[in-house]
């Protein structure tokens, strides 16, 4: 993959290559296995669109349990930042009242996004909730709100790449990239 790639007016420098992605999303599924060993109720997997898509998938390969997946799609950015909005701009696809629900996010980083979805779940009827992020900006995040699984922590930078996306584009690249500033 380039070095460099240029998404609408900015360019990108490339940050996680690919093969570091997976072996953290590896290592992350051998948690998660762990963790569930012997359950007998399939928890529900949350894939967060549109950016958890890719990370939804891999992780979902890699898990030795069955699992139910459902989505729902929030928005808070526009452009390079976050609007400190949160939105349902589509709603859950299945019922989590009664079920153990493992929400499934590309990125946590002020952690607003995730206290809403808790706070929705808690509100349908979930019986329990964890939370399992690709990546963390830990210098961002300051909610009480536990992070059960983290794949990889970075610094608070713009990326793209594995599902990330700059206004729609970029999703699609298999390696992770930084604004180049």
Do not use: W
Not at 39 to 67: H, Q, W, Y
Not at 152 to 181: A, T
Request: aromatic share 6%; charged share 30%; net charge negative.
């Amino acid at each position: 993959m380039e070095n460099r790639i240029k998404l609408h007016d900015k360019t990108f420098k490339r940050f996680i290559p690919h093969e570091t992605v997976e072996a953290a999303i590896d290592r992350l599924a051998g948690k998660i296995n762990q963790d569930y060993e012997g359950i007998t109720e399939a928890p529900v997997l949350l894939c967060v669109l549109n950016g958890s898509i890719l990370f939804t998938a891999e992780l979902m390969k890699r898990l030795d349990f069955n699992v139910e997946l459902v989505s729902i799609k929030l928005s808070s950015y526009e452009g390079t930042r976050s609007t400190g909005v949160v939105r349902e701009a589509m709603g859950l696809t299945g019922d989590i009242k009664g079920k153990e629900v493992i929400i499934v996010e590309d990125i946590v980083d002020t952690g607003r996004t995730i206290e809403n979805l808790v706070h929705l779940l808690q509100e349908r009827g979930a019986s329990k909730i964890k939370v399992c992020t690709m990546l963390l900006k830990p210098e961002m995040y300051k909610k009480d709100i536990p992070l059960d699984y983290v794949a990889m922590e970075i610094p608070d930078d713009f990326i793209v790449g594995f599902g990330l996306d700059y206004d729609e584009l970029g999703r699609n690249i298999n390696d992770i990239y930084v604004l180049d500033k």
